[in-house]
């Protein structure tokens, strides 16, 4: 039988993943891709929530967290369009300087 | 219900793989298909939770629009294979996966120690999307209306950010 717990747990091991992934990658956009992962494992926290406790108000708010990361997207994947036409790399470790 | 425990288990391991997949592969493209495979999954899993609409909203607007942008933008970028995979410089591999390794820890802990005694599966059937329509354009409504806001300032921004000055 399929709880409450495995639902959690799965969206832990996703979070962890996602993490994991910010902190070990050095590619902008993998990172951009892990933060992305992070979000959809706490919209399956809130939709495992919503169903096990008979109410719909965690999957309202699983429409804005997808609103905010749809947003998140757009914006970032400009934020990296423009850095990259100022410098040609998306290693984050080349990327330290504060005046371009 | 034994379906349901077969599409659990089927999706739940291959959101875990494709997130794998997704932090340790070095080619760009291949690691935005596998999320797309993992947000896929996901969407299973939505299924299984009752909240049919939210899967079909997660696969029309992560898998459909957000992944687009990604592949999009890689492409334009033409990014190649990473050279290495980690960075060996700065912080030691070692320490970071130590990390990853506290927090996963640190949140299933928790999650194991509570019992979710009022943890009920919900009769299926009940579950009508009128219902998440009331919800959203009565209570949730200023909430939505600052969501458009939002979706207007981020379209701007975009444009702004990404235009040649």
Request: charged share 10%; proline share 4%; aromatic share 12%.
């Amino acid at each position: 039988m399929i709880g409450l717990t495995h639902y959690l747990m799965l969206s832990s091991i996703l979070f962890s993943l996602g993490v994991l992934g910010v902190l070990l990658r050095r590619n902008l956009l993998i990172i951009f891709m892990s933060i992305e992962l992070m979000l959809n494992s706490v919209n399956l926290a809130w939709v495992s929530i919503a169903n096990f406790s008979n109410r719909l108000d965690g999957q309202i708010f699983v429409f804005f967290v997808i609103t905010v990361a749809a947003a998140e997207a757009a914006v970032g994947l400009a934020l990296i369009i423009s850095i990259f036409r100022l410098k040609p790399t998306t290693h984050i470790d080349e990327l330290n300087q504060l005046k371009g | 219900m034994a379906l349901e425990v077969i599409l659990f288990w089927i999706c739940s391991v291959t959101s875990v793989v494709a997130a794998l997949f997704v932090i340790l592969h070095r080619n760009p493209i291949l690691s935005a298909l596998a999320l797309l495979a993992s947000l896929f999954a996901v969407a299973g899993l939505f299924i299984t939770l009752q909240a049919p609409f939210l899967a079909a909203i997660q696969i029309l607007i992560y898998a459909g629009a957000v992944m687009v942008l990604f592949i999009f933008v890689i492409m334009l970028l033409n990014l190649q294979k990473d050279p290495e995979r980690f960075a060996p410089q700065g912080v030691p591999v070692t320490l970071r996966f130590a990390l990853g390794l506290w927090v996963f820890i640190g949140l299933s802990i928790p999650i194991l120690w509570t019992a979710f005694t009022w943890a009920m599966p919900p009769t299926p059937g009940a579950y009508s999307v009128s219902h998440l329509a009331e919800l959203l354009f009565d209570q949730y409504l200023l909430p939505f209306e600052l969501t458009s806001f939002l979706l207007l300032v981020a379209m701007v921004g975009g444009v702004v950010l990404a235009k040649k000055s």
